[in-house]
């Protein structure tokens, strides 16, 4: 299966925030897996420019989580995680679109998991009128994840190393 879909990252739900493209590599009831290429372009809307990958990645977008999961790989290992809390992805043809709610969970090869952009999320709390209850499930999806990792649920239980066995080649 080599299809290529558009991943487009959304603030509310219809302002573009970062689109990219990526391959799919497998389709499941609840969740999709896919790999970012070497030299993929992220073009962030809200940033205004343009900013390209030299690693190649593993990213989970779930239909029933709150929460976006990437793995940058370098040497056919997991270097670091990046892992945005966000509604769930919704997919319809060849495009994968989710809300981004601003709270990113991040761990390098060497560093301990490390909750960004909460200033972010405080601004944009604001800037879009976050109901009490989007921060409310927003912080609270931000401790399931905390615990799925602290548990060693997937995929932060060792299964993506198959991932990269089968799918990136040095």
């Keep these: 299966m080599q299809n290529t879909l558009t991943i487009l990252a959304l603030k509310k739900r219809d302002i573009k925030h970062y689109q990219w493209d990526v391959t799919l590599l497998e389709k499941h ?18 940033k205004g420019k343009t900013f390209t990958f030299h690693k190649p990645s593993l990213e989970i977008f779930f239909f029933n989580k709150w929460y976006t999961i990437s793995a940058n790989i370098k040497d056919e290992q997991i270097d670091s995680y990046y892992c945005n809390i966000a509604k769930p992805a919704k997919l319809i043809d ?4 989710f809300v981004d709610l601003d709270l990113d969970l991040v761990k390098n090869r060497a ?8 200033d ?9 009128s976050y109901t009490p209850q989007l921060i409310e499930q927003t912080k609270s ?19 993506l190393n198959n ?8």
Aim: zero cysteines; aromatic letters at 14%; charged letters at 40%.
């Design 120 to 128: 972010e999320f405080k601004e944009n709390s604001l800037k879009y």
């Design 29 to 46: 009831d609840n969740y999709i897996i896919t790999k970012g290429e070497i030299g993929r372009d992220l073009k962030h809307y809200t």
């Design 141 to 159: 999806e931000l401790r399931n994840l905390q615990t799925l990792i602290s548990k060693k649920g997937f995929p932060f239980d060792g299964s």
């Design 94 to 97: 060849d495009t994968l679109t």
């Design 111 to 118: 560093e301990e998991w490390k909750v960004v952009d909460e």
């Design 163 to 170: 991932y990269i066995k089968k799918y990136i080649k040095k």
